[in-house]
């Protein structure tokens, strides 16, 4: 799978978008972005995932670049329940049941 | 209510006794992982199990052992042998449910040994 690369740290101020990046230049034709987040002392929770086409549902969007190398996961309201660490994460398309390698991720703190 | 449990939530040990986490899913998901995590750390990878009666061992798998008997259930056995086994553990499944194969996790246990 692809490495990937995220800011250590954001802020975000609360109610507005919150834009989180991600590099993966190494990427390649049929590996898939996830991202996951976890919140202080729980388990990581998906988020979303996509190819190359950009996807939204309930939770997030996620912007991928043209050339696939960068992608950005965007919370458009950003409240303080979303103060969690978000990991990027690449993966085949046939990955199937296989572990996720987690980097350390990028730490949001969505402030007041 | 479909999920996955970890108890107990939190644990604690004297140096030199093995102890055993539990960890039941009821998502009907073929395959189960623990991973550890350290303070400030990301997540890594100590065993898996795509399939019942079958296990992989992952990237830190010395000193922790597991069984998978049951489908729902991976149960992880930290050893004397682990030489630092102060960790946050979680456990997580997935399965073709969805068609992603994204992983559900628990609410871990922390394991505290002095």
């Known amino acids: 799978d692809a490495k990937t690369t995220q800011p250590t740290s954001m802020d975000c101020a609360e109610g507005r978008a919150a834009n989180l990046p991600c590099n993966h230049s190494?990427?390649?034709?049929?590996?898939?972005v996830y991202w996951y987040r976890q919140i202080h002392s729980q388990g990581p929770q998906y988020i979303i995932h996509?190819?190359?086409n950009n996807e939204t549902n309930e939770m997030a969007s996620l912007i991928i670049t043209e050339d696939r190398k960068s992608s950005t996961l965007i919370l458009p309201h950003a409240t303080l329940r979303d103060t969690a660490v978000y990991y990027c994460?690449?993966?085949?398309?046939?990955?199937?049941?296989?572990?996720?390698?987690f980097g350390k991720g990028t730490r949001l703190s969505v402030i007041a | 209510d479909g999920g996955i449990t970890q108890s107990p939530k939190y644990l604690f040990r004297k140096e030199g006794q093995n102890v055993t986490l539990s960890c039941e899913q009821n998502l009907n998901h073929d395959a189960m992982y623990w991973y550890r995590q350290d303070p400030g750390q990301g997540l890594r990878l100590i065993y898996y199990?795509?399939?019942?009666?079958?296990?992989q061992k992952g990237d830190i798998a010395e000193g922790y052992s597991v069984s998978r008997e049951k489908k729902e259930s991976f149960p992880l056995t930290v050893t004397s042998a682990q030489k630092n086994p102060t960790a946050f553990y979680l456990c997580a499944s997935s399965g073709p449910g969805t068609g992603n194969y994204e992983q559900y996790f628990g609410p871990g246990t922390r394991l505290t040994v002095t």
């Open positions: 994460i690449v993966r085949g398309r046939n990955s199937g049941n296989t572990p996720l390698v």
């Open positions: 199990s795509q399939i019942v009666n079958d296990f």
């Open positions: 190494t990427i390649s034709g049929n590996e898939y």
């Open positions: 996509g190819l190359k």
